[in-house]
């Protein structure tokens, strides 16, 4: 019933930018917090920034300074815009949308299937 849809990833060397991207589609009544996770070879699932319905952001200590969160509610779309890029940025992003769809009455959490980004040193 809804959809999410990443792209964005690839291969960059370090300092370089990427801007990633994770639209929505669907039956989609309201979209809540977003947020993008991330998954390096060996390692667990990190959080890495989120985004309120009022735009209220958070990111972990490792990417503040450089990534910036943003959304728009009207493509029902947020992006991860990643400056300074270094190795261990190197990971599977993956987004995560809190959808109140048009058939529920209880906010779901939805993923996006995941964007390679490599940075090489």
């Known amino acids: 019933q809804v959809q999410l849809v990443e792209s964005g990833g690839g291969l960059v060397q370090a300092g370089g930018s990427l801007r990633l991207s994770c639209a929505a589609s669907?039956?989609?009544?309201?979209?809540?917090?977003m947020g993008w996770f991330r998954r390096a070879p060996g390692k667990q699932r990190e959080l890495v920034a989120t985004?309120?319905?009022?735009?209220?952001?958070t990111y972990v200590d490792s990417v503040k300074g450089r990534f910036n969160i943003s959304r728009d509610n009207a493509q029902n779309t947020v992006y991860l815009q990643m400056n300074s890029l270094k190795p261990e940025d190197t990971a599977v992003y993956y987004c995560?949308?809190?959808?109140?769809?048009?058939?529920?009455?209880?906010?779901?959490?939805?993923w996006g299937q995941g964007t390679q980004v490599t940075v090489s040193s």
């Open positions: 995560r949308f809190q959808v109140l769809s048009t058939t529920t009455v209880t906010f779901k959490d939805y």
């Open positions: 669907g039956s989609i009544f309201s979209l809540n917090t």
């Open positions: 985004i309120t319905s009022r735009s209220s952001t």
